[in-house]
């Protein structure tokens, strides 16, 4: 329950409240503000107090003093204050309750709270003042009506966009566009919500817009005849008429399209289209021109003056019928380009100043205008000239009583005309001169004279002859006859005629002058010095003068010799009874006379002599004599014969038997004298050998021993010096064996079977067969057929095999096992470790019998080749020689009749190498720095490492680190790889250099990088180093190695990288890497600050403030570095303040334009922006001024009698 408070507390109260206002007024904290609806009640929330005011705006609510409450009257019917937490309760609020509610105590604190009161808003409308409007000209005002509302604000919407805020409702849109017609709505809007209008469409009429022309088809010239369209279209509500003028001249045509048909050049001309607006009453224009032209008809090239001549001028014009606007000239299909000709200025003429060969040709005139172009017929320019170049053609020399013919040409166009003279007398009027039959007087000089009637010039030339006699005879002569070898021979060559040389050929060949040979009389004698059988043959001489030349008739050099190399041809030894021919041979010319003499007797005259039926007194010298007529000498040659009685029954005699193993011989029986014996078996010689000896000279053949091969067909074959004699056949029986006795059959069989065992062995003769099992025979046939078998018959069956010539014997065997099926395969390996070059053997050991055993590797059929063998039924694979790729997983199968069963995989392991070593590792290290060598080798198992160097070990593993390096560690470093199972070693070795090291890498700047500026950067190495390349954001940059091209954005020169220019997108980190043979070595990143800008300014701040509050405004811009800022203001040209933010105290004489200078103290480069300010309301009571404060207390402290009671 409130407690009134007594009127002179009350005074006290509130002068005490004055003392301390302002202090209380200037702490003041807004708690919240709140919008409510009229009618309805709310509680303001308090705070505890001992001693203060509630009051609303500037009047009093109520006064709070300890725990009593005093509410003013005009309060007290509709408010309640909490005495616990003082909070203010108003019932029934009204419009009139909106403002500023404050609790305010002694304690320097304060409750703020703002209360607005409003009506919701209901009904929106808008209303345009017209709708039907023309663009530019009419005025458009909008309103926004609400049946009921407080506090409302308007806004202006076209479509769903804010086009303006309303002021009162109320919004003038002046010079409307087409752009305005809408939908527009106004949304009207207080504290408790808003609401939206229907829309309103505005009917705006515009244009016509400037028209746009069209010219189909779209050319810059027309041909006559053509068909041409223009159309005509503008932008227009509504839609505008057409009007289309030709050169000024109503056409009175009214659709948008106008057609021209069959045009004439009288169409060409300006074409005007008028567009009018029946609405909005204007009208705009636009126009075309269109130019139509004849075609051309007509092109003809004629000749202005003579034939072109040589060196003289000429000139062609071109006839052209129609409009022409350029001609061409062209020649052999070739353009004349204008500084190879005179042209007059249109082209209409072509003049040759001079005329050339070259000029020579075909011409065409082309005439060209806009619409067609022609081209003349050809037109041939022939070039006359000459004669040039006048030569005669024909002899100089010619025989008495032929005919001679001159020719004469020269270079002319048209061809010369051509006159002969001889002794200033007229002989031809042609080209050629025919003389008549030669004598001594035509001797002399010939001119011919070329004339050219068109150019008329003339030129001559002469030509001497000489006429002469021919050679008649040429004949061959000799000294002497006959001709004998190594006597002097000449021979000469005898002329009738003028003779200027001699030839002489031997054999058809040149005869050349030599040691033997030797030529007299210029040529006209040769002599032989002596002459020789080779100097025998076929002779010409050659008498030559001017005129040709003659060859004599051959003659036939003979020359006699011999006789000489005499041989005697015939038997050294024959049979008693034959007769023989002996000849008789000698070189010789003529032949020469034979004589055959025998115990000095003449018994033939002849060069052959057979004797009569010889006998042994025959035997003995017979002599051939030879005789020479002609160079009277002779010859003679001997033979010596015998006569020898001949063989007869030829036969080989044998032994008994031959048995392999035993010395056997054949011998050869002869009758007569016998020379010698040979053998042959099967028709070819027989040759001695290890067992096959030849005893006696050849007559016994014995074998030691003799063997099953030696069998076949043998001959003996006895001879004399004057014959052979061969036996018949006689065919050799080795009787051998019984060999090795093969018995076949099964191995393995199962119970209850019987099976066929087979027993064979090679044998001469056949051999008998005896089965034995157990020590009894069970057959005497070479095939055994058993009982159904038991497993106890299971054993050895013994077949024997007897020959009974050789008497011997031979037993083989056959295993026959009664069998049940396979019960364990496994493999077993050897007892010692695989390793590679090695033989090695896997044995597949079966539980049960075997039929046949398999191998696999890796799920593969295992293939024996040339290293893997397989022995005992495949129950062994040997490998001869084991490689590192015969690693791997291995079983066998075991198959026998009843089944198969495969082993568990058995994994073999190869042991081998260590390979060749490899070493992975720079050869070149810096000073300073560390070498490291990684070595590997194929082995298994893996191989020990050692390192060496300089003969010293310097490691044991397989990574060796040597540094720091210096140059004295430069050599052969070498890795030892070693493989503890194979015990092999192997090495390599790497040449390490060490060279002088790079010691510092760095990125220098000497410039200031700016946007859009060329700028560089410099890679500093210290130390030498092979190149240098540079890197951005860790990959490597592409830059152009060359500097000249504007399309490189980055290029480098030597040890530095230049951007031309550089730009925001060159932002990064770079580092250039210098490179050696020893090492690569990265600079450290260098981020270059690119300085840019100021790219943007901006103002932020409020753009109106109520007069007495304090505004600041601040300017900001996209910079590298951070710009300096200048303010300015209303235009004024020196600065009011530094800096990016301004502040001032918002008065009459600080609203205006503000402008923000930015400049950028790199660059260099300003920006300005400018923002306008304006007032907007009263200062805000929370901020009194101290004498306003105290007068508001002073009325309080008047009128408190008035508030209280």
């Given at each position: ?13 509130i ?8 202090r ?34 500037s ?7 300890s ?28 419009v ?5 509610y ?9 409750v ?6 409003q ?6 409308s ?57 939908p ?30 069209k ?6 010239v027309y ?16 839609s ?26 009288n ?14 009453l ?125 020719s ?33 007087e ?30 008649v005879?040429?004949?061959i ?26 030839h ?21 004698t ?26 004599s ?15 005697v041809?015939?038997p ?9 021919n ?5 070189d ?10 025998f115990?000095?007797?003449v ?10 039926p ?12 030879v005789f020479?007529?002609v ?5 003679n ?5 015998s ?8 036969q ?65 074959v006895?001879?004399?010096a ?20 093969n ?63 050789t008497?011997?014997?031979r ?7 009664v069998?049940?099926?396979i019960k ?5 390996p ?58 791997g ?8 009749s009843f ?15 260590p ?7 720079s050869?070149f ?79 220098r ?18 130390g ?5 390349y ?5 990959e ?38 210098a ?7 990265m600079?450290?990143?260098?981020t ?22 304090s ?37 009459q ?12 103290p ?44």
């Open positions: 329950m409130e407690r009134r408070l007594s009127p002179a507390v009350t005074l006290v109260l002068l005490t409240i004055i003392s301390v206002a302002d209380a007024f200037s702490q003041s904290t807004l708690v919240s503000e709140k919008v409510l609806p009229v009618g309805s009640n709310v509680t303001l929330s308090g705070a505890n107090v001992s001693l203060g005011t509630w009051i609303y705006n009047s009093l609510i109520a006064v709070i003093f725990n009593q409450i005093s509410v003013s009257s005009s309060w007290k019917w509709r408010t309640s204050i909490n005495p616990t937490n003082n909070d203010l309760t108003i019932r029934g609020l009204n009139n309750d909106s403002g500023e404050k609790l305010e105590d002694l304690e320097h604190t304060a703020l709270l703002k209360l607005s009161v009506v919701p808003i209901s009904d929106a808008l209303q345009a003042s017209q709708i039907n409007l023309i663009e530019f000209n009419d005025t458009v005002v909008f309103k926004c009506f609400v049946s009921a509302g407080s506090f409302v604000s308007y806004q202006l919407l076209n479509g769903k966009s804010t086009y303006a805020p309303m002021v009162n409702g109320s919004l003038t849109m002046p010079n409307v566009t087409r752009d305005n017609q809408g527009f709505s106004c949304v009207a809007s207080n504290g408790l919500g808003n609401m939206s209008s229907s829309s309103v469409l505005l009917n705006i009429s515009y244009g016509p817009d400037k028209p746009m022309l010219v189909m088809p779209e050319k810059s041909m006559s005849g053509s068909e041409i369209t223009l159309s005509c279209s503008a932008d227009s509500s509504p505008a008429t057409v009007q289309w003028m030709f050169n000024g001249t109503n056409l009175n045509k009214n659709s948008q399209q106008l057609k021209l048909e069959n045009v004439s050049s169409n060409s001309g300006v074409y005007e289209c008028i567009v009018h607006n029946s609405v909005t204007r009208h705009n224009s636009g126009s075309v021109g269109v130019n139509i032209m004849d075609p051309i008809t007509s092109v003809v090239v004629k000749n202005t003056g003579g034939p072109a001549i040589l060196h003289k001028s000429l000139t062609l014009l071109c006839q052209v019928t129609g409009p022409v606007q350029n001609i061409q000239w062209w020649k052999d299909d070739q353009l004349i380009s204008p500084n190879s000709t005179a042209a007059s200025a249109d082209n209409r003429t072509l003049t040759f100043n001079a005329v050339q060969r070259s000029d020579d040709g075909k011409y065409v005139c082309k005439a060209f205008n806009a619409v067609s172009n022609m081209s003349s017929s050809l037109f041939q320019v022939t070039v006359h000239y000459g004669p040039e170049r006048v030569n005669i053609s024909g002899p100089n020399l010619k025989k008495t009583g032929d005919n001679v013919t001159l004469c040409q020269a270079e002319s166009t048209p061809p010369s005309l051509f006159m002969w003279y001889f002794k200033d007398a007229v002989v031809s009027n042609m080209s050629t001169f025919n003389s008549p039959p030669l004598t001594k035509l001797s002399g000089q010939y001119t011919c004279v070329a004339f050219n009637n068109i150019t008329n010039w003339k030129s001559n030339v002469s030509i001497n002859l000489s006429v002469i006699d021919p050679i005879n040429v004949t002569t000799t000294n002497k006859i006959p001709v004998i070898e190594n006597e002097l021979h000449e021979l000469t060559c005898e002329v009738t005629g003028d003779v200027d040389e001699i002489w050929m031997a054999k058809w060949a040149e005869l050349k002058e030599d040691n033997t040979t030797v030529f007299h009389m210029n040529n006209k040769v002599t032989f010095i002596p002459v020789d059988i080779d100097d025998a043959g076929t002779y010409h001489c050659t008498a030559v003068n001017v005129f040709g030349n003659m060859t008739r051959a003659y036939n050099l003979v020359v006699n010799y011999g006789p000489r190399m005499t041989t041809h015939g050294t030894a024959a049979k008693a009874g034959a007769s023989v002996l000849s008789c041979t000698a010789s010319n003529p032949e020469s006379s034979f004589r055959w003499y115990n000095d007797a018994v033939s005259n002849m060069s052959q002599f057979t004797t009569p010889l006998s042994k007194e025959l035997s003995g010298q017979y002599t051939c004599m020479n007529s160079t009277n000498k002779t010859s040659a001997s033979l010596m014969l006569v020898i009685e001949p063989i007869a029954n030829v080989v005699q044998p032994m008994n038997s031959a048995v392999e193993g035993r010395s056997y011989n054949l011998t050869c029986g002869a009758t007569g004298p016998v020379d010698g014996v040979y053998w042959m078996k099967d028709s070819k010689p027989l040759q001695a050998g290890s067992r096959i000896i030849f005893l006696m000279n050849n007559k016994t053949l014995s074998f030691m021993p003799a063997d099953r091969s030696d069998m076949g067909n043998y001959q003996c006895a001879s004399n004057v014959e052979n004699m061969t036996s018949n056949p006689y065919i050799l029986t080795v009787n051998y064996g019984p060999d090795m006795v018995v076949t059959g099964p191995s393995v069989a199962k119970t209850g079977q019987s099976v066929s065992l087979y027993c064979s062995a090679a044998s001469a003769p056949m051999s008998h067969f005896t089965w034995h099992v157990g020590g009894s025979v069970v057959a005497n046939t070479s095939e055994y057929v058993t009982p159904p078998l038991t497993p106890s018959m299971s054993g050895t069956y013994v077949c024997t095999a007897f020959n009974n010539v008497n011997q014997n037993t083989g065997y056959l295993n026959l096992s069998v049940d099926p364990k395969v496994q493999v077993e050897e007892m010692n470790s695989c390793m590679e070059g090695y033989s090695y053997t896997l044995t597949c050991n079966v539980t049960g019998s075997v039929d046949n055993i398999y191998w696999m590797k890796d799920w593969m059929p295992l293939q024996a080749d040339n290293r893997k063998v397989f022995m005992m039924d495949n129950k062994t694979v040997k490998f001869v020689s084991v490689e590192r790729s015969d690693a997983n291995y079983s066998c199968m075991a198959v026998n089944g198969n069963m495969t082993s568990s995989l058995y994994k073999l392991v190869v042991n081998y190498g390979d060749t070593p490899v070493i992975q590792g050869e290290g810096e000073v300073g720095s560390n070498a490291v060598f990684n070595c590997s080798a194929s082995s298994t198992p893996p191989s020990q490492f050692s390192w060496w160097f300089n003969d010293s070990q310097v490691a044991v593993t397989s990574m060796f680190t040597a540094g720091p390096l210096t140059f004295n560690m430069s050599g052969n470093y070498t890795c030892m790889a070693h493989n503890t199972a194979t015990g092999k070693n192997n090495t390599n070795s790497i040449m390490l250099t060490v060279i002088e090291a790079i010691t510092s890498i760095m990125i700047n000497y410039t200031t990088p700016i946007n859009e500026k060329n700028f560089s950067l410099t890679c500093e190495v210290v030498p180093y092979d190149a240098i540079w890197m951005k954001n860790g490597y940059l592409n830059v152009s190695d060359s500097c000249v091209s504007q399309q490189a954005m980055h290029c480098t020169e030597k040890n530095m990288l230049h951007f031309t220019p550089i730009t925001l997108k060159d932002d990064g980190k770079y580092q250039c890497v490179s050696n043979r020893g090492a690569v070595h600079s450290p990143e260098y270059p600050l690119i300085n840019y800008g100021p790219m943007s300014v901006t103002i932020s701040g409020p753009d109106a403030g109520s007069e007495g509050t505004v600041s405004l601040r300017c900001s811009a996209d910079s590298q570095p951070q710009c300096d800022f200048q303010w300015y203001f209303s235009n004024q040209i020196t600065f009011v303040k530094t800096g990016p933010e301004i502040t001032f105290n918002v008065t004489m600080t609203k205006g334009i503000y402008m923000c200078k930015a400049t950028n790199v660059t260099s480069i300003s920006m300005f922006q400018t923002k306008a300010f304006a007032l907007g309301g009263q200062a805000s009571v929370m901020h009194f001024a101290a004498h306003g404060s105290l007068m508001s207390m002073s009325l309080l402290v008047f009128t408190a009698h008035m508030l209280f009671h």
